[in-house]
């Protein structure tokens, strides 16, 4: 039986505010991702309860969540990590490389404005918190499948941010937050993060592999089972990790390190290619 490693230091919970989309009008109409089949029902009244769950367990760890209202005929609006990238009270908005989901742009963008944020309006083609995720003061950024590698210039030049540029290479994990999870929001000494993420190796081509085995050497490596049911689709606040609860090796490696693993099933917002963390979009700064 494995065991708490001895070196796993204490975990702390920290306060997060997240912006998340209800799943009224969740279907399957169309196919940009393998994970979609529209020939296979969906059910709505149940992709709503899983989603409860989801906001009812993170109220209930104290987060703060903002909604965003949905749109009919929008039906991936759910998956509002790719709504935008926000730091320090900054939103910069997204273009969508699919048309079926151009028309989401725009009504993210309004809400930022309307709460107070600073927009700044995209010139590349990329997916929000899709491919872009904030590890310390380094701004991981993914592409291979739809965020254009020239909106990794752009995302660094807007919040003055070091950029690591990773490339995915199986479209079943088409954006980068369903390859990596950000554990802890810090960066160690030297700006190396010590088990601040875990990944899935597979995911990315040999060079890509080799930067984040030298930034992170002891990020936690993700098997190709775990990967495959969405697990490294998850959200952290440090301590607490909401994942799929059929990532039970993942699960296992994260209670090794300290951390507290909180099954969630999104399995009916799976058949439109999103898990947990799809449906969260972090907010940093402004109220």
């Known amino acids: 039986m494995s065991t708490r490693f001895e070196s796993a230091p204490e975990r702390i919970a920290q306060h997060r505010r997240y912006l998340m989309c209800r799943p009224e009008y969740f279907t399957v109409s ?36 903002e909604l965003i209202d949905p749109v009919p005929g929008l039906p991936d609006m759910v998956y509002t990590a790719n709504g935008g990238f926000v730091i320090d009270g900054r939103a910069l908005g997204v273009k969508f490389r699919v048309d ?30 899709g491919d872009f995720l904030l590890v310390g003061d380094t701004i991981l950024a993914g592409s291979g499948f739809r965020s254009d590698p020239s909106s990794h210039r752009e995302v660094s030049e ?27 929001p810090v960066q160690g000494e030297g700006g190396v993060a010590a088990a601040t993420i875990a990944y899935l190796p597979s995911a ?31 959200a952290s606040d440090g301590l607490n990790v909401l994942l ?42 402004t109220r």
């Open 100 to 129: 079926e989901r151009r028309g989401e742009e725009r009504p993210f963008m309004d809400w930022f404005a309307a709460h107070g944020f600073e927009v700044v309006e995209p010139r590349a083609v990329q997916e929000g918190e």
């Open 30 to 65: 169309y196919r940009i991702n393998p994970w979609m089949e529209p020939s296979l029902p969906t059910d709505t009244g149940k992709a709503l309860a899983q989603w409860q769950t989801l906001y009812d367990t993170y109220l209930a760890l104290g987060h703060e969540i």
């Open 204 to 234: 990315f081509d040999d060079t890509s592999r080799a930067m984040l085995e030298r930034r992170f050497p002891d990020a936690i490596r993700v098997s190709d089972d775990d990967g495959a049911v969405f697990g490294l689709n998850s």
């Open 244 to 285: 799929s609860p059929r990532a039970t090796g993942f699960a296992e490696q994260l209670r090794e390190r300290g951390y507290r693993p909180i099954p969630i099933d999104l399995s009916e917002l799976l058949l439109g290619g999103g898990g947990i963390k799809c449906c969260t979009l972090e907010l940093r700064g």
């Open 158 to 184: 807007v919040f003055d941010r070091e950029v690591l540029s990773l490339t995915l290479v199986d479209p079943r994990f088409y954006h980068l937050d369903t390859a990596i999870s950000v554990l802890d």
